[in-house]
């Protein structure tokens, strides 16, 4: 890794702004699309629009997130940081503001997953019985929305753990909580569509059968530790030797 | 020891003036604010549209028996949990306004995105109640009290008690009775029949007609007291969650 000359940390607004405005694109074209189709072409599963709109849809955006998913931890893992104990504190705050933002991004992914998309949902089910575990909003939520945020998450946890000395040999419990809650989702959606497809067609939203993702939810709640672990370390990698120290690279406390 | 581990214990700062310093800190606050309100709108529309759900969604749905009692409980959690981490760890009582205030501006989104656009149903069947209310009583108990004790036995009892008075004066118009088909009930209740869904309120409760209990009567003060009662105990129980989740866990290893 390049230890170039001291320059003040930055968060990289321009390439998180570039990402939001992606992100932001993608999700409203699912929007302005489902909003379009799903009550004229994805009401009855065994019509054959049904299939061409949205078991279309279904079948080229999974494997198209799962490579995305794998190139962007691949990509991450390749280009990990060999030297850590060789880390200066300037890039190192900087590598907390870029994982800052990762978070910031993952967290634009959970509200739009976990409120207008889920609440989409919940709107379509309730005049709506369903013929199909895809549906419309499920198609939308389950294999797209979800994956995202999971894909997010799991990003912002791999840079941390490659490239950031604090996070690479031990595992942030409240971090890992925090991705975790959104990867159990995917399983715990197999017991939700096996209920509504034997004994429960229509949708309550405050079903005990939603109560599993309730509690994966609360894995959010690990968030406050993550942020104490995080300006921690921003906290001591910001402090100020003397006032009048023009150099920026100040050893506080020998180990 | 590893040479990573080394580098995190030999605390050094990244920072050469006070002037970058506050840039830095500027910056963390640009990352974080957001942050954390966008994981709580998200978090907390999530929460309580699989804890609430439809007793929030629909107006025929509020009713004087379930509503102010499974509300009060479900809108609690993340007041209680937030608010240890914003008053313990930076003495901010904001944790009840903020958290519901995400809430609110999640579902007024949402309702109309979803429910009035999406699936059609008419605002004035679908508009959220108000709960900021309760989280400023929450917040100024805590501020006043300066203890989480006082504050879950005053505060916790106030949110339950005070939810359906705080809702009362948009709820009203609603609870006015009307004749339909020879048979009295309330406006609710006609704009339920009048819009089928999936999950009618009949699945909770019988919808009452042609007595006065149909339009509250004294069942709802006693809810109220009830609702009181249960959310002392509610608060103190995921104030204690909340402090769980701000411990900062280091693991070696996840399994």
Not at chain 1, 58 to 83: C, E, F, K
Not at chain 2, 81 to 95: I, M
Not at chain 2, 196 to 219: C, D, N
């Amino acid at each position: 890794m390049k230890t170039a000359a001291y320059s003040s940390p930055k968060t990289p607004w321009a390439r998180f702004f570039l990402l939001l405005s992606l992100v932001a694109i993608i999700f409203s074209a699912y929007r302005v699309y489902q909003h379009a189709t799903a009550f004229t072409v994805g009401l009855d599963y065994f019509s054959p629009e049904f299939q061409q709109y949205w078991m279309r849809l279904l079948y080229i955006q999974l494997p198209v997130l799962a490579l995305a998913g794998a190139g962007i931890v691949g990509w991450l893992l390749v280009t990990r940081d060999r030297n850590l104990d060789k880390l200066e504190p300037a890039e190192e705050l900087r590598r907390y503001f870029v994982l800052l933002s990762q978070i910031l991004l993952f967290a634009c992914i959970a509200y739009l997953t976990a409120s207008p998309f889920t609440e989409a949902d919940a709107a379509w089910h309730q005049v709506t019985v369903r013929d199909t575990d895809f549906t419309p909003t499920h198609i939308v939520l389950f294999y797209f929305a979800i994956p995202m945020f999971i894909m997010s998450g799991v990003a912002a946890f791999v840079y941390a753990r490659t490239r950031l000395p604090q996070f690479a040999d031990r595992v942030s419990l409240p971090f890992a909580l925090l991705v975790a809650g959104p990867i159990m989702i995917m399983p715990n959606l197999g017991l939700n569509e096996w209920g509504h497809t034997f004994f429960y067609a229509e949708e309550l939203f405050a079903a005990p059968i939603h109560w599993g993702f309730v509690l994966l939810g609360w894995s959010a709640f690990a968030a406050g530790g993550l942020l104490v672990q995080l300006l921690t370390r921003i906290v001591e990698l910001t402090r100020l030797v003397s006032e009048d120290s023009a150099e920026p690279q100040k050893v506080l406390a020998a180990g | 020891m590893s040479k990573s581990s080394q580098a995190v214990s030999a605390t050094r700062s990244g920072m050469s003036s006070s002037a970058e310093q506050r840039k830095a800190y500027i910056q963390v606050d640009l990352l974080a604010i957001p942050l954390v309100v966008l994981l709580f709108a998200g978090i907390f529309s999530f929460h309580f549209a699989l804890l609430v759900g439809d007793w929030d969604y629909w107006v025929d749905w509020r009713d004087r028996r379930w509503w102010p009692l499974v509300t009060p409980l479900a809108i609690t959690v993340l007041p209680a949990v937030f608010s240890y981490v914003l008053w313990d760890k930076l003495r901010l009582p904001l944790g009840g306004t903020l958290t519901i205030l995400c809430l609110t501006f999640a579902a007024w989104i949402s309702r109309y995105l979803n429910f009035h656009l999406f699936a059609d149903f008419p605002m004035n069947f679908v508009w959220p109640s108000t709960y900021i209310g309760l989280g400023l009583i929450l917040d100024c108990m805590l501020l006043l009290t300066r203890s989480f004790f006082w504050t879950g036995l005053f505060g916790g009892f106030a949110v339950g008690a005070f939810l359906y008075p705080l809702n009362w004066s948009m709820l009203a118009p609603f609870q006015v009775p009307v004749e339909m088909h020879g048979t009295m009930l309330t406006v609710a209740d006609t704009l339920g029949y009048e819009y089928i869904r999936t999950a009618i309120p009949e699945y909770v409760r019988i919808i009452e007609e042609s007595t006065l209990r149909t339009f509250g009567e004294a069942v709802t003060p006693l809810t109220a007291v009830f609702a009181g009662f249960l959310n002392i105990l509610n608060y103190w129980f995921w104030l204690w969650i909340g402090y769980l989740g701000t411990k900062a866990i280091w693991i070696r290893k996840i399994v």
